[in-house]
């Protein structure tokens, strides 16, 4: 199949393409105009431009590209969190309208689209008010103009653990230098997922004939901060650690994006589950474990 993917040089997208893609005709879509690669298409989503023949001869559209909220949200680099998903979104959603070919269009969110609860909730439950949340829905309704005959899946995607960044990467590097603890009570819920779990539901999705649209991206178990800090320490034999972190203190150094550590996040995986795909990871401590090495 002809794949083109969009963040796929990001910590899911490079997973996925180098695990998951390799028998297939890949194209990256890419911001950098000067690098030149057989696997790279220059697109740039501020202008809604990218080369139309790639669209055409595709099959698949794996949308994954979006600007990190782990770093400082300042009033410009809030505006990037949310321009840069709704602007590669519709450029790719606007390309496909344009196209016959693509069947099957498959599109990141986050479950920050809930906001922050510790009751579980699932694909029905309505989002959330905050910033995060905001930037979720807003994004998700670049997806509604998508034309019918092009399928549809949204993953809202869980916090990402994997050996090559994200989420654990930085748990790693604070409690190695000796800085880490639990933030805020501890009691804040994690839904996460292993990178392999996350590749293995968008293969599933693909070489399935689901009409679901939305399904939550999380492992079955969500554990609290509390928890995860305990797992991580065990699983790579750390013992350092500081007293928990008020809640207070991350706020006044971390501003508004104290929120992706302190909210609460209590995701079902019930619905995909129920639609036949089955996890290699349901508990952190035999996630965690398989990332040690």
Known sequence: MKIVVSGGTGLIGNHLIQNYLQAHDVKILSTRKNIVADDLSYWNPEKNELDQSLIDNADIIIN???????????RSHKQLIKESRQNSTRTLVNACNASAKPKHFISASAIGYYGHTYSLVDEDSPSGNDFLAKVCINW????????????LNIIRVGVVLAKEGGALNEMLKQFRRGLGSVLGNGRQKISWIHIDDICRMMMFLIN?????????????????????????????????????????????????MSQILLD??????????????????CDLKSALESLRG
Do not use: C, Q
């Open 208 to 256: 399935s004939s689901l009409d679901g649209r939305v399904y939550n991206a999380v492992a079955p178990n969500p554990v609290s901060n509390e928890l995860l800090t305990k797992e991580v320490l065990d699983a790579f034999k750390l013992s350092s650690i500081l007293p928990p972190a008020p809640a207070f203190a991350l706020r006044l150094m971390l501003g508004e």
């Open 140 to 151: 998700e309704e670049e997806l509604k103009v998508l034309k019918p005959e092009h399928r």
């Open 64 to 74: 994954l590209a979006g600007a990190p909220v782990s770093k400082r949200w300042t």
């Open 264 to 281: 609460s996040s209590n995701v079902s995986s019930k619905k995909i589950e129920d639609a036949g795909f089955e996890f290699k990871y």
